[in-house]
């Protein structure tokens, strides 16, 4: 795919707006070019999006410090397989001397994370920066980080852009042809460096400090992605007529399936018990009159306001941890029916939902056994299961996983060569590597990376 940077329609309206091009030879343009440090200035504010927030707030924004911190200090100790399997022992951090500039690369010094971490001056280059974060943090991360590159480019169209970079992004191949828009006129300007991001990028034969050319293929670079799972790179092109930025991307092949199941807690009905007090014994009443109190037992009398009746209870309490509902009283005996027991029942307390029920009965005439009863619900917690999200990922990709609060959540891993396994989110295994997590709200957000092995 070829993408030119600089749209021609933008350079058509130059011409319609602008006096005859004629008076731009051997003249400096209307306004100034962009200089590499106005750019590097830019680019260094959408490089700190990458950064984890929490590295960022514990070291009061300062990008280097928090890079110190991921290489060699507490985010390093938690975060190790992450790190050395992306920096392995080769030399790729470039330190910055007291002298230097971080947008410089022939001002900065290779060191490994071993050498880097034993340095007082935490300073590095932000090529350095950006291809590390780039490449452990979420796509969505890196998406941001990509438009806020694009942005710088369009916040500067009102700037001359006599220098047009081409892009051909293929797998594994990137070419970069360097232009000169000779409509600028002016003195051709000459290449001074090529600076690449998630990009390794040759020169070929084209000497030290070439003019640009103005036609054919102009300069061309031959670039190759730096890792198998580097789907973004950023190209920085410094001349003697300032500086210009490009980026190539490609889509990375699917390497695994992710689903997220959520196990929410759900309390369920296990089975339900009849439990029930001792039975016990009335008094005998039989033929007792309601005129005649009996030591004050006869505190209630029949319908008919004629015979005896005695109050009886009991409190019935759950055995099995569950709550109770449907209370009775239980009868045994020839004066039950007479006595009608369920009719003139009575309840001292809630009769559901609880885990104890205290009640009873008025009871006269002949002596019978009673006692209360109650269902008793049991319940039973076990886990409701729900798809909640799937991402199809690459080598390489980071996502965020989000858990809502009062449940846990299980990743299914399917890798393209059928292979599953499944992980707690929150736990690690040698496909996903939890990054780190933050609560927002009600949710808890893990962040993932996939193994680019």
Not at 247 to 274: C, G, S, Y
Not at 336 to 365: E, K, L, M, Q, Y
Request: net charge negative; with cysteine; aromatic share 6%.
């Amino acid at each position: 795919m070829t993408t030119i940077f600089r749209p021609v329609l933008f350079l058509c309206l130059v011409v319609l707006i602008s006096p005859p091009s004629s008076r731009w030879i051997g003249e400096p343009p209307p306004q100034g070019v962009i200089t590499a440090s106005e750019l590097s200035s830019e680019l260094e504010k959408c490089s700190a999006g990458l950064v984890p927030n929490q590295l960022l707030t514990k070291h009061s924004n300062n990008s280097d410090e928090a890079f110190f911190d991921a290489m060699c200090g507490d985010w390093y100790e938690s975060h190790n397989n992450v790190v050395d399997s992306h920096l392995g022992g080769t030399a790729i951090i470039e330190g910055v001397p007291t002298s230097g500039s971080a947008s410089n690369t022939t001002t900065t010094k290779g060191l490994t994370r071993t050498q880097y971490c034993s340095q007082t001056d935490h300073r590095v280059s932000t090529k350095t920066k950006d291809t590390f974060w780039s490449s452990v943090v979420s796509d969505e991360a890196r998406a941001d980080w990509l438009g806020c590159i694009k942005l710088v480019t369009t916040h500067h169209d009102g700037q001359p852009h006599p220098i047009v970079i081409t892009v051909q992004a293929s797998d594994p191949n990137v070419v970069v042809s360097v232009l000169f828009n000779a409509n600028f006129g002016g003195e051709r300007p000459k290449f001074n460096s090529l600076e690449a991001t998630n990009l390794i990028c040759k020169d070929g034969t084209h000497g030290r400090h070439p003019v640009i050319p103005s036609q054919g293929a102009g300069l061309a670079f031959m670039c190759q992605w730096a890792t198998v799972d580097a789907s973004t790179g950023i190209i920085i092109v410094n001349t003697s007529r300032g500086a210009e930025i490009a980026t190539a991307e490609r889509i990375l092949p699917p390497f695994l399936k992710v689903d997220e199941e959520l196990h929410t807690p759900v309390t369920k009905v296990a089975r339900t018990d009849t439990v029930c007090e001792p039975w016990f014994g009335t008094v005998d009443m039989d033929n007792w009159k309601k005129s005649d109190t009996h030591d004050g037992r006869c505190t209630k009398a029949s319908d008919d306001g004629k015979w005896c009746k005695g109050e009886y209870g009991q409190t019935v309490t759950a055995r099995s941890g569950g709550t109770l509902r449907n209370p009775r009283i239980e009868c045994q005996g020839e004066a039950c029916a007479w006595n009608d027991i369920a009719r003139h029942s009575f309840w001292n307390s809630p009769t559901s939902g609880v885990t104890s029920i205290s009640g009873g009965s008025w009871i006269g005439s002949h002596s019978v056994q009673i006692r209360v009863c109650a269902d008793e619900d049991v319940p039973k917690t076990e886990d409701q299961v729900t798809h909640h999200a799937s991402w199809i990922l690459s080598k390489g990709s980071g996502f965020v996983v989000e858990v809502p609060k009062g449940t846990r959540a299980i990743l299914n891993i399917r890798l393209n060569g059928g292979t599953t396994s499944a992980i707690e989110v929150g736990k690690s295994n040698n496909v996903l590597t939890a990054m780190g997590r933050a609560e927002v709200g009600d949710i808890t957000k893990w962040s993932y990376l996939v193994s680019s092995r």
